[in-house]
């Protein structure tokens, strides 16, 4: 069982920046694709951006994509996502999950799932 925690959300006025971090607690993450998920507030749950277990290949969601970075650090057991020029419509709960076998933007394709954190951006 892995054990996801991200942390890094919070409130931030439109344009600003966030780091959105995931952690895994014993596990080794780099054994594992990464993505991040979003819910807002009345919505389906949505991919936002993957990485996959070297990080060389990433991919976002058109959304995000310009805007969101994601990278990882698997010395650190972390991966991140750098989010910045905020809008309001990307206030939502934000998910990391993982992966052992893909790297895809289903999250019916991810077993572990963190609690999530909240960001929330103000106009």
Known sequence: QVQLEESG????????SLRLSCVA???????YAVAWFRQAPGKQREFAARINW?????YYADSVKGRFTISRRNDK???????NSLKPED?????????AYSSTTT????????????VTVSS
């Open 54 to 58: 070297s990080g060389i290949s990433t």
């Open 107 to 118: 999250e019916d394709n991810y077993p572990y799932w963190g609690q999530g954190t909240q």
């Open 9 to 16: 959300g919070g409130l931030v006025q439109a344009g600003g």
């Open 77 to 83: 057991n972390t991966v991140y996502l750098q989010m």
């Open 25 to 31: 607690s014993e596990h080794a993450l780099r054994n």
């Open 91 to 99: 206030t939502a709960v934000y998910y990391c999950a993982a992966s």
